[in-house]
Nanobody, 125 residues
Framework: VQLQASGGGLVQAGGSLRLSCVASARTLSGYAIAWFRQAPGKEREFVTTIRWNGGTTIYADSVKGRFTISRDIAKSTVYLQMNSLKPEDTAVYYC???????????????????WGQGTLVTVSS
C-alpha cells in the first residue's frame, strides 16, 4: 500500500482544513486507514481511524466533535475534515494503513505497517 497525504497549510485558530490521503493498493478490503500527528518535540499520537469495510471510526478524545474522518471508496481516498482548529493541533499529520488489525489495537501506531509522508498543519493563534 502506498499512501499520499495532502492538504496541510496555515490556518487561524477556529478555522478549518481538509486533509486527503490517497491510497494505492490492489485492494483496501480489510484495511483501516488512520491519521496520526506529531507536534514539534512530542511523540506521534493517534488522531482517528476508519475501517475500509463498514466505515467504523475511532477518534482521540482531543479531536472528538471537531474532526471527522471519511472515505471515498471509488477514489480510494480518506479525508480528515478538521474544524474549530486550535494552536495545539499544529503538527505534521500522517496517514497510515493497517491490514486486518483488531479493533482494540487501532489506536496504536505499531498496528500500522504503511505510512505516507506527512503534511504540515499550522494553526496560528
Amino acid at each position: 500500500v502506498q499512501l499520499q497525504a495532502s492538504g496541510g497549510g496555515l490556518v487561524q485558530a477556529g478555522g478549518s482544513l481538509r486533509l486527503s490521503c490517497v491510497a494505492s493498493a490492489r485492494t483496501l478490503s480489510g484495511y483501516a486507514i488512520a491519521w496520526f500527528r506529531q507536534a514539534p518535540g512530542k511523540e506521534r499520537e493517534f488522531v482517528t481511524t476508519i475501517r475500509w469495510n463498514g466505515g467504523t471510526t475511532i477518534y482521540a478524545d482531543s479531536v472528538k466533535g471537531r474532526f471527522t474522518i471519511s472515505r471515498d471508496i471509488a477514489k480510494s481516498t480518506v479525508y480528515l475534515q478538521m474544524n474549530s482548529l486550535k494552536p495545539e493541533d499544529t503538527a505534521v499529520y500522517y496517514c497510515a494503513a493497517a491490514a486486518r488489525a483488531i479493533y482494540s489495537s487501532l489506536g496504536a501506531s505499531s498496528s500500522y505497517g504503511y505510512w505516507g509522508q506527512g503534511t504540515l498543519v499550522t494553526v496560528s493563534s
